[in-house]
């Protein structure tokens, strides 16, 4: 692969060496290692899923990959590999002939340094080698194997906080809507609540609408006076009294509970994404000075949404009508 040969050609064949190392600070492949070692000391993927099948050893780094017990050497003796001056061979370079070569800066000195170099004696006295080429095996993963699928499930599995509430993905929409609404339930959106917790300074904390409260998801949403105004023009279009909500919590447990019709249900909830969405990006052009977006294009969208999802999952039997007097509920 072309990736590899610039590593290769950058960094050596053994371009993975550098992530036990401190030699390189900056630049993509350290941005990598450090990923990477963050992975396994977080235990998002734990190092000791990771196997060499060990054959003629000629792949395998005497010092840094778990060759032994799933723990690499450098790990296990550090005091041995301050001490080593060919800290990336390989285990062939290290067994040549049947016996084991070292390239000490100095020989071990009694204590702590002896005793740890006569166990590594004891471990590679148990261990034989084959003219196999070495092979990695791990056990993220039975029914997948080796796969990035299967390493990204584990992440994900120990990454992201369980989430009670259901996404309700609309294929109708773009991913950019879906996501936006995925991070609004979490309350995963830049607002200067939000903002603030996570320690940026900003001039001011309030509602940039009203002035008066302070940006939370559920001001913006639902409770400021530009966004009550926006809902009761969405129950005027849909000839629906929508309930007044103190919170999104209470938005999302009336929009997820609505008894009706499972289609009509999809219908409320498409005209509820594109009101939320609208309204977020209202706010984003006032946060940003944009005066192409308004409140009179947020209505607009509205009545748009409104037409195409009326009449798109509009049947007979469901008496969904469109706009223009539509009744939807
Ligand atoms: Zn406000």
């Given at each position: 692969?072309?990736y590899?040969?610039?590593i ?8 993975g060496?550098?992530?036990f ?12 290692c ?20 060990l ?5 395998t780094?005497f ?11 450098a790990?296990k ?5 301050a ?5 990336f ?6 067994h ?7 390239f ?9 340094e002896?005793s740890?170099?006569n ?6 006295a148990?261990?034989?080698l084959?003219n ?5 095996t791990?056990?993220g993963?039975?029914s997948?194997g080796n796969?990035?699928?299967a ?7 120990h990454?992201?906080a369980?989430f009670?509430?259901?996404?309700n993905?609309?294929s109708?929409?773009p991913?950019k ?5 995925w ?8 607002t ?11 001039p ?10 302070n ?14 105004q926006i ?6 279009w849909?000839?629906?009294n929508?309930p007044?909500w ?5 938005l ?11 289609k009509?249900?999809?219908?409320v909830r498409?005209i ?13 052009s006032y946060?940003?000075?944009d005066?192409?977006?308004?409140i009179?294009?947020?209505?607009d969208?509205?009545?748009v ?18 706009p ?5 509920l």
């Amino acid at each position: 692969m072309l990736y590899g040969q610039v590593i290769t050609a950058i960094h050596g064949s053994r371009g993975g060496d550098i992530i036990f190392s401190s030699r390189y600070s900056n630049g993509t492949w350290a941005s990598i290692c450090r990923c990477v070692n963050m992975i396994h000391s977080s235990n998002l993927i734990q190092p000791s899923l990771m196997h060499i099948k060990l054959g003629n050893s000629s792949l395998t780094s005497f010092w840094y990959d778990p060759w032994i017990d799933g723990t690499p050497l450098a790990l296990k003796f550090p005091r041995l590999l301050a001490l080593e001056d060919n800290k990336f061979d390989t285990v062939a370079d290290r067994h040549p002939n049947g016996s084991w070569l070292w390239f000490w800066r100095r020989d071990p000195r009694g204590g702590i340094e002896l005793s740890n170099f006569n166990s590594l004696l004891d471990i590679l006295a148990m261990t034989s080698l084959s003219n196999n080429v070495d092979t990695w095996t791990w056990d993220g993963d039975s029914s997948c194997g080796n796969s990035v699928a299967a390493a990204r499930r584990l992440i994900d599995l120990h990454s992201i906080a369980p989430f009670s509430c259901p996404t309700n993905w609309l294929s109708l929409y773009p991913s950019k809507v879906n996501i936006f609404i995925w991070r609004l339930r979490m309350n995963r959106l830049a607002t200067k609540d939000n903002l603030e917790r996570k320690g940026i300074d900003l001039p001011n904390y309030l509602c940039v609408w009203c002035n008066v409260q302070n940006e939370s998801v559920h001001h913006v949403f639902v409770s400021c006076v530009i966004s009550k105004q926006i809902w009761s023009y969405l129950g005027s279009w849909i000839n629906f009294n929508l309930p007044s909500w103190n919170n999104l919590e209470e938005l999302w447990i009336w929009m997820d509970n609505l008894s009706v019709h499972e289609k009509k249900k999809i219908v409320v909830r498409s005209i509820f994404y594109s009101v939320l969405w609208n309204i977020w990006r209202l706010r984003n052009s006032y946060v940003f000075n944009d005066p192409t977006f308004r409140i009179s294009h947020v209505l607009d969208n509205i009545i748009v949404t409104s037409f195409f999802f009326g009449f798109f999952l509009d049947t007979k039997n469901l008496g969904l009508i469109g706009p223009f007097g539509c009744k939807i509920l």
